[in-house]
């Protein structure tokens, strides 16, 4: 118990560097397009060029950064990500920005897969999520705060991502090691809760394409439909981020209290009318408003569907595989954005964006009801094969004590493989009852092994 603290924040440390490149989407694809003479259209397509390259890099690790070890995988994303962006910072080619972009993304990729594996193994995921999300909502405002007010074009959100992977880089000797030595890989078994898995995957998709369609053209909306100057935005993105930063701090300390889907349902909802306000907005009242309750909710319900993700199992494959269908979702918002405000304009992309928001709700919401945070009650937890536990523990003579209350967080169950070799060894005096040897009253529960 006493090192879980102490195992969290490098894990927040190297997710703050490899989800900052996501969340500076609209100043990169601004400067892109301003300082490098790249058509709105063009400026989206290298952002979503380095979130593809992200999401790559999620997909080829899920599953494999115990073998590869967290320590080295990390330190490897972090590398790239300090030397392609730095070297697209370092460059007016465009050509040569684009190579540096996708292999920043990549190398994004890898500390986000790495960040997400270890807090799945977490005890407690969201807070770890929602630790991340803090501090990187923290390190964007600030940024967007500075840099507008700053020359360099192009080359200074470049620049500040990789910069902040290199200060990362010394947290990375608190990650564990390679685990798997001589024998297989421990996670090689098979996925838990594949359905439930495919929807919340499918679903982080669309809900975060959503969202960073907006995202990646909320500074041309400021810009061109409501003519603010680039502090101004600069200024209204740092204070949304602000507002971010208190629902972060507030998802926190609720915590697990509501479950997980009364916040994904009800956050997705109020997400889907922001999109609508802040993409017709019109003046700076209401961009302000749409901008600042829209990154309110946005960091609080993707923590809820980070930690989602994480409960489905605990060895992260789930956490990234579902965190790469996301970036592709967001690989895609920017050139999504650009194409709808180009043939449609600003109101008409934002009735479309929200629409999307909408619907994915609800098969969303189905997921955290189905599979995460469900209260224990009578019959939600079952032995294999056998009868409800919390029912059971209703109807006899228990001990009070062993049972958890209505409405405590489920428990996971760990299964004990037995070697092929063995079983047929295993006789009833190889198991011993449960509590003090030879004490009164001891429990008559023995331990049970289950054959693959």
């Not at 909710?297 to 789930?318: E, K, N, Q, T």
């Not at 449960?434 to 049970?448: F, K, T, V």
């Amino acid at each position: 118990m006493s090192s879980r603290p102490r195992a969290a924040w490098p894990l927040v440390a190297v997710f703050t560097a490899g989800y900052l490149a996501a969340y500076l989407l609209p100043t990169i694809v601004g400067r892109l397009s301003t300082y490098l003479g790249l058509s709105p259209a063009q400026a989206g397509l290298v952002g979503s060029a380095l979130l593809l390259s992200s999401a790559s890099a999620g997909f080829a690790l899920a599953g494999r950064v115990e073998r590869y070890g967290s320590r080295r995988s990390a330190r490897a994303g972090l590398l790239l990500a300090a030397l392609g962006y730095g070297c697209a910072a370092l460059t007016t080619s465009v050509p040569l920005v684009i190579a540096g972009v996708v292999v920043g993304g990549f190398g994004s990729g890898t500390a986000t897969a790495v960040a997400a594996s270890g807090i799945a193994a977490q005890r407690d995921p969201h807070r770890t999520s929602s630790l991340g999300l803090l501090s990187v909502s923290a390190t964007a405002g600030a940024l967007y705060l500075t840099v507008p007010h700053l020359d360099g074009g192009h080359r200074l959100p470049f620049a500040s991502i990789a910069l902040v992977a290199l200060l990362v880089w010394p947290a990375t000797s608190r990650l564990g090691g390679s685990t798997a030595v001589g024998g297989t890989s421990p996670v090689q078994g098979r996925l838990p809760h594949r359905r439930s898995g495919l929807v919340l995957a499918g679903g982080m998709l669309v809900w975060s394409m959503a969202q960073n369609a907006l995202w990646g053209v909320s500074s041309r909306i400021g810009a061109d439909q409501v003519g603010l100057s680039e502090v101004t935005v600069g200024a209204v993105f740092a204070a949304a981020l602000g507002a971010g930063l208190l629902g972060v701090m507030g998802a926190g300390v609720l915590g697990a209290r509501l479950g997980r889907a009364v916040p994904i349902g009800v956050g997705t909802m109020i997400i889907a009318g922001s999109i609508v306000l802040s993409s017709s907005a019109e003046d700076l009242g209401s961009f302000a408003t749409g901008e600042i309750v829209w990154n309110t909710f946005y960091p609080v319900v993707l923590s809820y569907l980070i930690g989602l993700a994480a409960s489905l199992d605990v060895r992260g494959r789930w956490a990234v595989l579902a965190g790469s269908a996301s970036s592709v979702g967001t690989a895609c918002g920017p050139l999504l954005g650009s194409v709808l405000s180009e043939q449609a304009g600003y109101a008409v992309m934002g009735l479309v964006l929200g629409a999307a928001t909408l619907l994915v709700a609800a098969p969303v919401t189905a997921v955290a009801l189905h599979t995460g945070g469900r209260p224990l009650v009578p019959g939600s937890v079952r032995r294999r094969g056998g009868a409800p536990a919390a029912l059971l523990a209703a109807t006899t003579n228990s001990l009070s004590g062993a049972v958890p209350k209505l409405g405590a967080p489920e428990q996971a169950v760990a299964e004990i493989s037995v070697p092929a070799l063995r079983r047929r060894r295993l006789v009833r005096s190889a198991f011993r009852t449960a509590g003090p040897a030879g004490g009164a009253g001891q429990s008559n529960a023995y331990a049970s092994t289950s054959e693959r």
